[in-house]
């Protein structure tokens, strides 16, 4: 009797170490997904390798661990004192198990939503580059009509309504074309891209009644003289 007493202990006690090994490759198997988690971020392809390898190894896992567990509870069947010792082993176990795969829940769910953050913001980025270039294109390559300018400067109305047009979306250059004492030169670059320097120039140089071309410089920059009557 004492003898079977002492089996059953040892077989409790093998009982308890297989439960703790259980536990030890579960929380093992939480870093490894953790890692892939982070790994999907990168590359998504290698990741969903990974984690399918890790699913099977982990299927296999489980696999041998039950064998295991049937193996050891054809022994404990012998008494129901024993048997009830390893199912509360077996239920605490569990339970510390499902804990931390709760736990790795929420944290792949916080890495998954960071994640969608960044790349929301990177998207964003990027669409305001494309954006911004698209619109350096469109202004350098800009070919207007000197003849809105002419209109334009017939008196303080069409002046406004012209600066308001252009400057809809940015109220510091609003206010500045609007009180400009140089209002003909600002509208003359922005009816004339930098890719057509010679149509900004020609449109300065004989619509523009304050300012004259001198000479052009080798960046192909104007320098202005003394203001002169365009009546004549």
């Not at 009644?209 to 365009?230: F, L, M």
């Amino acid at each position: 009797m004492s003898q079977k007493s002492g089996d059953l202990e040892v077989l409790v006690k093998k009982t308890n170490n297989i439960a703790l090994q259980a536990i030890s490759r579960e929380l093992s198997l939480e870093e490894l997904i953790r890692q892939e988690e982070e790994e999907k971020n990168r590359q998504e392809e290698e990741r969903l390798r990974k984690q399918i390898e890790a699913e099977r190894n982990k299927k296999n896992c489980v696999l041998k661990a039950i064998t295991e567990k049937k193996r050891e509870n054809e022994y404990s069947m012998k008494t129901l004192e024993a048997q009830q010792r390893i199912n509360t082993i077996k239920k605490e176990a569990a339970a510390q198990v499902m804990k931390q795969r709760n736990k790795l829940k929420a944290l792949l769910g916080k890495i998954r939503q960071q994640s969608l953050l960044r790349r929301s913001h990177l998207k964003q980025e990027l669409m305001d580059v494309r954006s911004s270039i698209a619109n350096e294109l469109g202004k350098a390559y800009k070919k207007g009509d000197l003849n809105k300018c002419v209109d334009a400067m017939k008196n303080e109305t069409t002046k406004n309504n012209y600066c308001t047009s252009i400057y809809v979306d940015d109220f510091g250059l609003l206010n500045y074309c609007k009180k400009s004492d140089d209002f003909c030169n600002i509208c003359c670059n922005s009816e004339f891209g930098d890719m057509h320097q010679i149509e900004k120039e020609e449109c300065i140089l004989k619509i523009c009644p304050k300012k004259v071309a001198e000479e052009i410089e080798k960046d192909g920059r104007w320098i202005w003289q003394q203001p002169i009557n365009t009546k004549n």
